[in-house]
């Protein structure tokens, strides 16, 4: 029998979740893999876009990271 679904987790925590597509699978199965797929790579896009935005801002600001303030007290 063929796995549908197999997960597995790397020594550092990291999460691999692997489907694969059977070649007797129903249908509408197939179609809800095919929309699975294209979430997953629409996620992708907008943590990429999201990384490309915040690089524009740092490059926008003179390269300078957010980061702690220091106030000096008296």
């Known amino acids: 029998m063929e796995r549908i679904l197999e997960v597995n987790r790397s020594p550092d925590g990291e999460i691999v979740i692997r489907l694969c597509a ?26 990429v876009d999201a990384g490309l935005r915040r690089l524009d801002t740092e490059e926008q600001q003179g390269g300078k990271k957010k980061g702690p303030t220091k106030i000096e007290v008296q």
């Open 22 to 47: 059977p070649r007797r699978l129903p249908v509408e199965t197939r179609r809800h893999l095919l929309g699975t797929t294209r979430e997953g790579l629409m996620t992708l896009r907008s943590l």
